[in-house]
């Protein structure tokens, strides 16, 4: 199987090549006494009794980072900083036939962009990560092939190595991992669970307008400034839409393990949302959850010359710079559930589906803001010049990726504020008992927001044996619940 959406990744031969050179001087050291350590480590860790994972998922620019962040300092968890995990799973589909030695030294030279061990703000030393996939051969090299080879174990490993490279002792012989997935993934989702059985799933979301807005801004600020990405400059406002549409709902058959997490409560009361969220995955409160680090270290944030770490008051605000009112309310028209179920501000005039139709067909056939300053940065960066240079061909190619691009966002949009005024739309549900609702509510096919007329009840009382989980929940309306109540 297949994950989707992905980049081309190295050959087998080549991947090796290159892990053998990122650790060609460690291999000339003697580090029999660094192993020896490493081996007395790996006896206070539970191999086998480790099945708790906490997977963070992003909903565009929605503060998936700073989450995780605020959980690297407690002493019960591990993590891999920023993105430097996320390639785990499909690093292990692609290269599952390697020894489990080579997958783990091979990962560090993987997709080296984005998951980067040995350098940036949090680099570990590279002799010390493989002095620590040593000492785990030695320790573990006699268990069985099944499970040494398994994706599971895999997972397990290189979070463990990158626990002793970093000289970090977790409490807790089964710690919590900490898996920084962002990106929303159904195959990756039931490979955790099936190798993690206690999975949950923490999604960030954050005002629609502002998460765009964040998403065309970052991608953007970086096609400009590096040469070789303005290339993907006429795409970025397709990119932008895409991270508003398809990772706004739970992974399938995962609402019972699902919690979501606002950007703007991590910033406005980040002390409630972390004593809240580390109750739910079993973790003991610590102050060490108001830090924003990782490896110990500050994580800090850079947007527009400002630099800082942790909460920003700031960051509360709606952001929408690249969007006119025009496009303001296109987006309230598509996304209208996201709105009002997730508690940000939008006229109730879009309630009417007759409204948002007619918004939708007047507005969609003109280019948004972002498209138009996304289409003069192309054509000033890398149109001018090549038909400068007598590039024709690379030229018209950019000026119809511009046409295709506004084709995409129309049928992308089109195609989500239909099926919603239609069929309605199974959304995340913010629930400070971080309850997801599987049951659609009647009058919009939802699971999530109200419903005039009636109310969420337990098919079965909790006295009476019933589970507060989604399957145990119903919507009934509120004569029928008066009458269930006077028989309980």
Request: hydrophobic fraction near 40%; charge should be positive; include cysteine.
């Amino acid at each position: 199987m297949t994950l989707g959406g992905r980049t081309r990744t190295a050959e087998p031969e080549e991947i090796l090549v290159r892990a053998r050179a990122l650790f060609r001087a460690d291999e000339s050291k003697d580090l029999r006494s660094v192993i020896a350590e490493k081996i007395e480590e790996l006896r206070h860790y539970d191999v086998l009794a480790m099945d708790r994972v906490a997977a963070i998922l992003m909903w565009g620019r929605s503060g998936s980072l700073l989450l995780s962040s605020y959980l690297d300092g407690h002493e019960d968890v591990m993590l891999l900083p920023e993105t430097s995990g996320q390639g785990l799973y499909h690093f292990f589909e692609r290269y599952q036939w390697l020894p489990l030695r080579d997958k783990l030294i091979a990962y560090a030279a993987f997709d080296p962009k984005n998951h980067r061990l040995f350098e940036g703000d949090f680099a570990i030393s590279s002799a010390q990560y493989y002095a620590a996939v040593q000492a785990i051969l030695e320790f573990y090299g006699k268990w069985p092939a099944e499970f040494l080879e398994s994706r599971r174990a895999f997972f397990l490993f290189v979070h463990i190595a990158y626990n002793l490279a970093l000289g970090r002792r977790p409490a807790n012989p089964c710690p919590l991992i900490v898996y920084s997935q962002h990106a929303w993934d159904d195959v990756v989702a039931r490979h955790l669970v099936e190798d993690f059985p206690r999975t949950k799933f923490v999604h960030t979301i954050r005002d629609p307008i502002s998460s765009c807005n964040g998403v065309f801004h970052s991608h953007f600020t970086f096609a400009e400034k590096h040469g070789p990405a303005r290339g993907f400059l006429p795409i970025i406002p397709y990119i932008a839409v895409c991270c508003l549409t398809n990772k706004d709902r739970p992974h399938s058959g995962m609402e019972s393990r699902t919690r979501t997490v606002r950007f703007e409560d991590l910033h406005r009361d980040s002390a409630q949302i972390m004593r809240d969220l580390s109750g739910w995955l079993g973790l003991p409160y610590r102050a060490a959850l108001l830090d924003s680090t990782f490896n110990g270290i500050p994580y800090v944030v850079m947007r527009d010359g400002e630099a800082w770490s942790g909460s920003r008051l700031e960051q509360i605000q709606r952001r929408s710079s690249h969007f006119s009112l025009k496009d303001r309310a296109l987006l309230f028209a598509c996304f209208y559930e996201n709105f009002v179920d997730w508690d940000y501000p939008c006229p109730r005039i879009f309630r009417h589906p007759m409204v948002r139709y007619l918004v939708f067909v007047s507005l969609c056939p003109f280019p948004m803001k972002m498209e138009i300053i996304a289409a003069r940065a192309a054509f000033r960066l890398s149109v001018l010049p090549w038909l400068r240079h007598g590039n024709i061909l690379p030229a018209i190619k950019s000026l119809l990726e511009i046409g295709f691009c506004r084709l995409k966002i129309t049928w992308r949009l089109a195609s989500v504020v239909f099926r919603r005024c239609f069929y309605g739309t199974t959304l995340l549900q913010v629930d400070p008992a971080g309850r997801a609702v599987a049951n659609p509510r009647p009058s919009a096919g939802s699971t999530s927001g109200g419903s005039p007329g009636y109310v969420l009840d337990h098919t079965r009382a909790l006295e009476h044996g019933g589970a507060d989980t989604p399957d145990y929940m119903q919507w009934q309306t509120r004569e029928e619940a008066k009458a269930k109540d006077k028989t309980e």
